[in-house]
């Protein structure tokens, strides 16, 4: 998979794709990170790329012809199955929508907002999906569009080192993951919980279930009620008139 950011601050993102697992998603060719400096598809003399918006009050916006440029350029590379552009009035971002992602591109364009946002008529011409992380604001799309691209790649096959450990994370089937433990089986008077310790690998099964299931009930009800009504067997019956 070979994702795309466009940002006006490309150096925010230097960081978080040259550690560890995306660095090692990186080296094994599973997956590319290329990061695109809008300001260099500035088309005014002075370097410009956003402009005062239109009506009183608001600050600055980015204007349409350096994305639009930029965005083309790579779209005359390769193509893309997705434009997401990082914004707070997007979709708010979750494991299904990574899960949907990873599965389903190979090519992405992720685009930074920055300022008062970019002007509405690119959103409307070439921005396929929208995304947001949350119900809070960010001084850019920088740190979200990090966040979705480690949510996206370390689901990649091959990626992590344990084939399966993707498939047990918070999220995947809708509870949160269980508690942990390692050596030493006694610390600061605490055990470890005796049954991790039996080698009895369904029981094991059983008891990170219900752990999860209890955590997942007490820390978040939205995410508890959407289990419940996912499971079938939870399905009231329809009785017959
Ligand atoms: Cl994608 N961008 C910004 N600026 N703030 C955010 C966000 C995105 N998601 C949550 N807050």
Same mark, same amino acid.
């Given at each position: 998979? #070979? ?15 040259? /550690? ?5 998603? !990186? %080296? ?7 990061? *695109? %400096? ?9 370097? *410009? ?6 009506? *009183? +009050? ?13 965005? !083309? ?26 899960? /949907? ?5 190979? !090519?992405?364009?992720?685009?930074? +907002?920055?300022?008062? +946002? &970019? ?9 396929? #999906?929208?995304?947001? &992380?949350? %119900? ?13 691209? =480690?949510?996206? @790649? $370390? ?33 600061? +008077?605490?055990?470890?919980?005796? @049954? ?8 094991? %099964?059983?008891? #990170? ?10 820390? #978040?009800? =939205? ?5 419940? !009504? ?9 009785? $017959?008139?």
């Amino acid at each position: 998979m #070979r994702i795309d950011i466009i940002s006006c601050v490309p150096n925010l993102l230097d960081s978080p794709f040259s /550690h560890s697992i995306l660095q090692r998603a !990186n %080296d094994k060719s599973l997956s590319e990170v290329h990061v *695109h %400096d809008l300001r260099k598809y500035a088309v005014d003399k002075h370097g *410009h790329i956003d402009d005062y918006a239109y009506g *009183h +009050g608001a600050g600055m916006v980015i204007m349409c012809d350096p994305i639009f440029n930029c965005i !083309n350029d790579l779209k005359k590379e390769r193509e893309y199955q997705e434009v997401i552009y990082m914004t707070p009035d997007g979709e708010v971002f979750n494991q299904q929508i990574a899960n /949907h992602l990873s599965i389903s591109c190979e !090519n992405i364009i992720i685009l930074c +907002g920055h300022y008062k +946002g &970019i002007d509405q008529r690119v959103r409307d011409e070439i921005i396929t #999906r929208e995304i947001s &992380i949350g %119900d809070y604001v960010l001084s850019g799309g920088e740190l979200a569009a990090a966040v979705v691209t =480690d949510a996206i @790649i $370390r689901l990649l096959p091959g990626v992590l080192g344990d084939e399966t450990s993707a498939l047990t994370d918070s999220f995947q089937d809708g509870l949160l993951a269980p508690p942990v433990y390692t050596r030493p089986k006694e610390w600061n +008077g605490k055990q470890v919980p005796d @049954i991790l310790l039996s080698g009895h690998e369904s029981k094991i %099964d059983e008891w #990170r279930l219900e752990e999860s299931m209890s955590r997942t009930k007490e820390r #978040r009800p =939205d995410l508890w009620n959407n289990y419940i !009504n996912s499971q079938p067997e939870a399905k009231p019956k329809k009785k $017959r008139k």
